[in-house]
């Protein structure tokens, strides 16, 4: 039976979770993690973005996620008015493996939401081109297009995997395992997913050279 098959792949996850731990354990064993960004202050605006309200993250659900930091509000655009929430869950540390971003591709079908379109684009920053997660996710009547990365010192990442592999590499090199998730998620005013992808697309240019100067380097 070839390792591509879908039971072959579930039954080595937790395999290849195990050797994850093991490196990082090795890896971080003199692990210098870095003070929690105060992203109480981040910038309530920036470009043509302003922040529009907070969106506070529920006690219970704060606890669940784990992280060290949080950021959770919504910017609107002028003078389009558009709207574009952000969702940053920064970790200090993910040695031991417990305490580890949760990915959207999990959370976001526990909560009711079902992918249509799965992706990747590439944005073009002030910082580098990036390549990010998109997700045009639907519930009921209520459609939303989210895009997503894994942020660390050294690189913006999109793949669950690639995140992990490169965490191993990175905490050899930096002593040190933290990370953030960021999530943009815009719903289309006019019902047009092209139209809230191109909003997104567009915050998360302009987002990205500011969260990597404002996380720890």
């Not at 540390?93 to 249509?116: D, N, Y």
């Not at 944005?123 to 580098?128: I, Q, R, V």
Request: proline share 9%.
């Amino acid at each position: 039976m070839p390792v591509t098959n879908p039971k072959w792949r579930g039954a080595l996850v937790p395999v290849l979770l195990a050797v994850q731990i093991l490196l990082i354990h090795a890896a971080a064993g003199r692990e210098h993690p870095p003070a929690p960004p105060p992203l109480s202050r981040f910038p309530v605006e920036f470009d043509r973005w302003k922040r529009f309200r907070e969106d506070p993250v529920a006690a219970d659900i704060g606890k669940e996620l784990g992280a060290d930091a949080l950021l959770s509000q919504t910017y609107i655009e002028a003078p389009t008015g558009s709207l574009a929430s952000l969702f940053v869950a920064w970790f200090q540390t993910q040695r031991g493996g417990a305490r580890q971003p949760h990915s959207p591709k999990v959370c976001l079908p526990a909560s009711g939401w079902t992918p249509e379109i799965v992706d990747e684009v590439t944005l073009d920053t002030a910082a580098g081109a990036i390549t990010v997660n998109r997700y045009l996710i639907v519930k009921g009547t209520e459609r939303a297009v989210v895009l997503y990365w894994y942020q660390t010192p050294r690189r913006a990442i999109a793949g669950e995997w690639a995140a992990k592999l490169w965490l191993v590499a990175d905490a050899l090199r930096d002593k040190r395992t933290d990370t953030a998730l960021v999530r943009v998620i815009v719903w289309p005013a006019d019902g047009r997913d092209q139209t809230a992808t191109t909003v997104a697309i567009g915050f998360a240019r302009k987002l990205y050279p500011l969260l990597r100067d404002y996380l720890p380097h």
